[in-house]
């Protein structure tokens, strides 16, 4: 597989509200300093992250692990900018997220962020190259750019000769590389997957890990939330959260 171009495509912010400015390229692509949530319960407050730290390089491959109650997927909704910080800074490819509206995060999640899920969340009546071109439609991107991109990204993951086929015509391994194909073809600064493997078999886990570790190679920048340590130990960082505090673990 070639390498996608890092400046492929301008992807136009379309989803109302005022713009979000495109940030400057020289930092890390997400930093969170000291992030905390705080959620009500009746009269009490649960503190789903007690302060996390973490910082991401340009071309990273970081897996974040941990059990159920953990703050995961809390952490992991703030990282996809579906959620917001009660307090701390959270930079995502040089903008400041924290103090965004809906709007302008779902401008941020459009144009930085391709999203990997462990359901697939493909339509199941669409082909494949249909599926693709989903995150350029809600672009705005004219129909014979969005078809060509969606067959490049999906050549790309190794499906040139499933384009035309449907979810169930295919291998869950292969429906997975279809999500990552639509993640990929807006040409995100990040990569970012919550339990990819976690309908997959042994075999299929392995094929599309190797595909995280090609595009890694490729300079893509990775972050995987899961609670499967073979997962995790493929990344080249590993953290754990848990109780609401992150820690990271020196891999070999």
Same mark, same amino acid.
């Given at each position: 597989?070639?390498?996608?171009?890092?400046?492929?495509?301008?992807?136009?912010?379309?989803?109302?509200?005022?713009?979000?400015?495109?940030?400057?390229?020289? /930092?890390?692509?997400?930093? %969170?300093?000291?992030?905390?949530?705080?959620?009500?319960? *009746?009269?009490?407050?649960?503190?789903? +992250?007690?302060?996390?730290? +973490?910082?991401?390089?340009?071309?990273?491959?970081?897996?974040?692990? *941990?059990?159920?109650?953990?703050?995961?997927?809390?952490?992991?909704?703030?990282?996809?900018? +579906?959620?917001?910080?009660?307090?701390?800074?959270?930079?995502?490819? /040089?903008?400041?997220?924290?103090?965004?509206?809906?709007?302008?995060?779902?401008?941020?999640?459009?144009? $930085?962020? *391709?999203?990997?899920?462990?359901?697939?969340?493909? &339509?199941?009546?669409?082909?494949?190259?249909?599926?693709? $071109? +989903?995150?350029?439609?809600?672009?705005?991107?004219?129909? #014979?750019?969005?078809?060509?991109?969606?067959?490049?990204? &999906?050549?790309?993951?190794?499906?040139?000769?499933?384009?035309?086929?449907?979810?169930?015509?295919?291998?869950?391994?292969?429906?997975?590389?279809?999500? =990552?194909?639509? #993640? %990929?073809?807006?040409?995100?600064?990040?990569?970012?997957?919550?339990?990819?493997?976690?309908? %997959?078999?042994? =075999?299929?886990?392995?094929?599309?890990?190797? &595909?995280?570790? $090609?595009?890694?190679?490729?300079?893509?920048?990775?972050?995987?939330?899961?609670?499967?340590? $073979?997962?995790?130990?493929?990344?080249?960082?590993?953290?754990?959260?848990?109780? /609401? %505090?992150?820690?990271?673990?020196?891999?070999?």
């Amino acid at each position: 597989m070639t390498a996608p171009a890092a400046t492929a495509h301008a992807v136009p912010a379309t989803s109302g509200g005022a713009a979000v400015a495109p940030p400057e390229h020289g /930092g890390p692509v997400l930093s %969170l300093t000291d992030v905390r949530k705080t959620y009500a319960q *009746g009269q009490l407050e649960v503190q789903a +992250l007690r302060g996390v730290t +973490l910082e991401v390089a340009r071309g990273d491959y970081v897996a974040i692990m *941990g059990p159920s109650g953990s703050g995961k997927s809390t952490l992991m909704h703030i990282l996809g900018c +579906l959620d917001v910080p009660t307090s701390g800074t959270y930079r995502l490819n /040089g903008s400041d997220v924290g103090g965004l509206d809906e709007a302008e995060l779902a401008q941020i999640r459009n144009r $930085e962020i *391709g999203f990997v899920f462990q359901q697939f969340n493909l &339509l199941a009546t669409m082909s494949a190259c249909r599926n693709v $071109e +989903l995150p350029l439609v809600y672009a705005g991107v004219p129909r #014979a750019e969005r078809r060509r991109l969606a067959i490049e990204a &999906l050549e790309r993951v190794g499906l040139a000769d499933r384009i035309e086929h449907r979810p169930n015509e295919m291998s869950g391994g292969q429906q997975q590389r279809v999500s =990552v194909a639509r #993640a %990929l073809v807006t040409d995100p600064a990040l990569l970012l997957a919550d339990e990819p493997t976690g309908n %997959l078999d042994s =075999v299929s886990t392995n094929d599309v890990l190797g &595909l995280f570790d $090609e595009l890694h190679e490729q300079g893509r920048t990775v972050v995987v939330i899961t609670h499967e340590i $073979e997962v995790g130990h493929r990344a080249a960082r590993m953290a754990h959260i848990r109780d /609401g %505090l992150l820690t990271e673990e020196a891999l070999s």
